[in-house]
């Protein structure tokens, strides 16, 4: 192995995502020194930039934003917060009218002629965000995934290290504040653009110290076309869903998929998006025309054929549980860390109920511009020796080179998968199957930690699985510590709201995990 590349920033951000690229380029804005490393190819890799998305874009008209703000609230188990959603709506807005004013951004353009700015192509949107960062001077390492954090004798981070994969060289970057924008996690379940989306920012985040909240809001799943990879399901609002048989499925929507997965446990589901007229169609190509990429070449008219659909778990991707927020600027409980985007909690806007790609694309820019913008002041009240003081690695599990592996990290990430990815498990959660699946996922996890290491290339598997285990275990610790049915947490034992559960749940830890409630104000007027 040749030497460990060394450098200094006032602010490092982990991620190459929308959350990420607009961390980096607010914390540029303001002054700062900031290098961006991506596991992947920032602009290239992850949800956003392989297909398109919707975006929680609502013009400063009040009684528009009180409908969009109140529209999720029972969604989500009244646990949103509208302080925060007021605050996601205005940088939103403001953000957009940027790309479009400034990047000149191709938003299309509807009947009237004006822009649409609720969606955006993520290939195009990502390419921009790129460029926009790299010329406010931002130093971007591509193909370099982080494998740990540094801290400082204080316990503040001051850094982080990882592995450049194309150099095939170790790297590390002391930095007066960190921005964690890595995403959520998807278990490698195959969703498009998810397969980097292994959770590493929050096993990162938890051995500082920092909390996580929301972690029972995890079992999102994803609709698709059978065989394929493509979760985008805004459009599946109209849909009508059949058994196997040809009868409707009822109960079933975009929306309710509940049905469809304990229908797929006993047989194929099929779809039509036959409540679409034909001035739906046409915007609908307009709006997403990779959804429609897939059945131009399989041949399928999706509006009039029936086609077989499949759930594809995207766990905190497009679920809402993540890093706990502790402050306006996206601070965490761990000095000098700053979280952004879906590695962050979303409860603060969506609540107990999915974000969809709406309301995670809006807040992907909201807190990556408060994360940035955060990480960026911190770092200069830190002075300007902030980013050479002594710092030490804190990877654990699946980190350490000492240990002789005598496992296969695939084999503990195909372990994990079995526990996370079934339907009766995750989705349709019963609290005794979560249990039976915590022991199995206690017991990886003690493998991991006692017979997975190394070094280089090795560690990035290793320290992937360790994080894929650890986000299970969050998981379902504290959907068991929920015994009710709130938002996307819903569990077969207990299918009923609890009014005095309301409250968000704080999750700790790794070997032991702790679970505690966090009160949530309720809207006024409105009973939980």
């Known amino acids: 192995m040749t030497d460990v590349i060394d450098m200094t920033a006032d602010v490092l951000v982990v991620g190459g995502g929308p959350a990420a690229t607009w961390a980096a380029l607010r914390a540029a804005r303001l002054g700062a020194d900031v290098v961006l490393v991506d596991k ?70 509807g009947p009237d002629g004006k822009q649409l700015r609720n969606g955006l192509q993520g290939p195009e949107y990502m390419r921009r965000m790129r460029i926009l ?12 995934p982080v494998t740990e954090l540094l801290v400082d004798a204080d316990g503040a981070v001051a850094g982080a290290a990882g592995h450049r994969r194309q150099a095939g060289q170790d790297y590390r970057v002391r930095a007066g504040a960190v921005v964690l924008a890595t995403g959520g996690c998807a278990f490698q379940s195959k969703a498009l653009g998810c397969d980097v989306n292994t959770g590493d920012g929050a096993l990162f985040a938890v051995e500082a110290g920092a909390e996580l909240s929301g972690m029972e809001f995890s079992n999102a799943y994803g609709i698709a076309p059978e065989g394929t990879s493509v979760t985008k399901t805004a459009f599946y609002q109209f849909a009508t869903f059949y058994r196997a048989d040809g009868s409707v499925l009822e109960g079933a929507s975009g929306r309710q998929r509940s049905p469809i997965a304990a229908e797929l446990l006993r047989d194929k589901v099929f779809c039509r998006l036959d409540r679409a007229d034909e001035p739906a169609r046409a915007a609908m190509r307009r709006a997403q025309p990779n959804f429609f990429l897939t059945f131009d070449r399989l041949g399928i008219d999706p509006f009039a054929d029936k086609f077989a ?80 003081r002594a710092a030490t690695a804190i990877g654990d599990a699946g980190a350490r080179p000492e240990i002789s592996a005598t496992a296969d990290a695939r084999e503990m990430v195909a372990a994990v998968q079995r526990e996370v990815l079934p339907y009766d498990k995750n989705y349709l959660r019963h609290g005794g199957v979560l249990a ?52 996307m947490a819903k569990r077969l034992d207990f299918p009923d709201l609890d009014p005095g559960q309301h409250y968000r749940l704080i999750t700790s830890g790794l070997d032991r995990i702790d679970v505690r409630p966090e009160h949530a104000a309720v809207p006024a007027g409105v009973a939980s």
Do not use: K
């Not at 960062?133 to 370099?144: E, K, N, Y």
């Not at 594809?312 to 761990?334: L, P, Q, S, Y």
């Not at 190394?454 to 504290?478: C, K, N, S």
């Open 436 to 487: 039976e699946s915590l022991v199995t996922l206690d017991g990886i996890w003690s493998g991991i930690r006692e017979s997975l290491g190394g070094d280089g290339a090795h560690r990035v598997r290793t320290r992937q699985a360790a994080a894929m285990a650890a986000h299970a275990r969050w998981m379902y610790r504290t959907a068991l510590a929920r015994t009710e049915t709130r938002g």
């Open 40 to 109: 992947g190819y920032c602009g290239t890799s992850g949800a956003t930039a392989s297909a398109g998305t919707g975006v929680w874009y609502v013009p400063p008209d009040p009684l528009e934003r009180e409908a969009a703000i109140a529209s999720r609230e029972s969604l989500g188990g009244y646990l949103a917060d509208r302080r925060w959603a007021a605050r996601v709506l205005d940088e939103t807005y403001d953000r957009l009218n940027e790309l479009a004013e400034v990047a000149r951004f191709p938003f299309p353009v």
């Open 133 to 144: 960062v790299r010329r406010a001077g931002v130093r971007i390492l591509d193909h370099s």
């Open 309 to 388: 659909v499949t759930l594809i778990a995207e766990g905190t991707v497009r679920g809402t549980g993540g890093i706990r927020i502790t402050g306006d600027d996206c601070a965490t409980t761990v000095p000098g860390l700053y979280a952004a985007g879906d590695a962050a909690t979303r409860e603060l806007i969506c609540g107990g109920f999915t974000g969809g790609g709406s309301h995670n694309a809006a807040w992907a820019i909201s807190s990556g511009n408060w994360a940035g913008g955060g990480a960026a002041r911190y770092a200069r009240s830190q002075g300007p020796w902030a980013s050479v």
